[in-house]
């Protein structure tokens, strides 16, 4: 079963740009030797345009040249209102979009949080060591319970939890769309308290967030980001969704009167988002459309940038029909295995820096 997702899912896959926070140097995929990559998703469904282009589409190209690890996290999920029978449909679903997008079973990971409880024990532990004044600043926090998301400890720890996620197993890198940076930056202060008072266990993670489409944005409000909890529909593109419908997204899009294509985020945020899309999707500049475009009229421009993402996601749907629940569920209950085996003496270390080495 496993051999039959390895065979159709190669190829195709493209490593976009890095980079890493202000005060570290550039590094490139060519200069890291197998270092460890993890990653999460939450399973809320709705996985579109955004996710793939800021992050999935990394996950599945960096399985060539690194040791991928890939994580559902079913734990975050609970920090919001949630359905208990919505939540276990919405794990495998979450998984069968990601096998269908090529994350690879044999060369990657797949794993839900929830199987894994050193993930809560390392949470708990970090957060010992997270200063309220740090939690404060996070922007997702407030931007939530602004929202109308119910607040709760479990939403202010948030970034704590994700810090462990990406600690527990000494990943180096982590590819993420633009709006997780300042939970990278967490993560990386709390790798350092914890070396700084326990000793050096935890690599110093960086980012690994796209040059392009790292904050694809709304197609119906172009100042905000394209989400999976927008009311609006229209606001995006599902990665699932018919060609016909993707079309016509693309068409409706919100843009301004001013016809010449051109990037400028600031007074043309529609047409700056739409070329990013579509450099991200044909790996041409941004420049390079400009100039083919500059003169073509919004219409023309929609159709080429709707040609180009309809190319980009064609292969996917195929795959994901092809793919049964019990198919999914058996690559997770490997992956868990498999997660579980590699997390136990990750955290017997900690415990025993910590001081609570135990007798289990
Ligand atoms: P989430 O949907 O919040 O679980 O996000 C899954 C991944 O997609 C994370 O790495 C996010 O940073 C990334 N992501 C979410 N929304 C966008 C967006 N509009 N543009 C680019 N990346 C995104
Ligand atoms: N917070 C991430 C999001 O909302 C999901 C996530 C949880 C994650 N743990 C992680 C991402 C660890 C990267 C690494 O998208």
Redesign the pocket.
Known sequence: MLDRYALSLRGRSRTVGIIVPDDHKEQTVSDTNRQRI?????PTGNIHLGNYLG?FRNWVSLQDSFDTIY?I?DL?AMTADYDPVALEKSRIETAKVLLALGVDPDRSLLYTQSQVMEHAELAWILGTMAPMGVLNRMT?FKDKTAMGVASNLGLYS?PV??AA??LLYRANL?P??E??RQ?IEVTRDLAERFNNRFGDLFPIPDGYIPETSARVMSFTDPASKMSKSDAKEKSRILILDDQDVIRKRIRSAVTDSDPEVRYDVDTKPGIANLLEIMSACTGRSVDDLVDEYSGAGYGAFKDAVADAVLEELAPFKPRYKALTNGDVRAVLAEGGGRARELAGPYEAEVRKAVGIKGYR
């Open positions: 993890f990653s999460g998703v939450q992050a994580c996290v975050h997702q948030y939890l994700m996620d990406i982590v993420v769309g709006d997780q939970h």
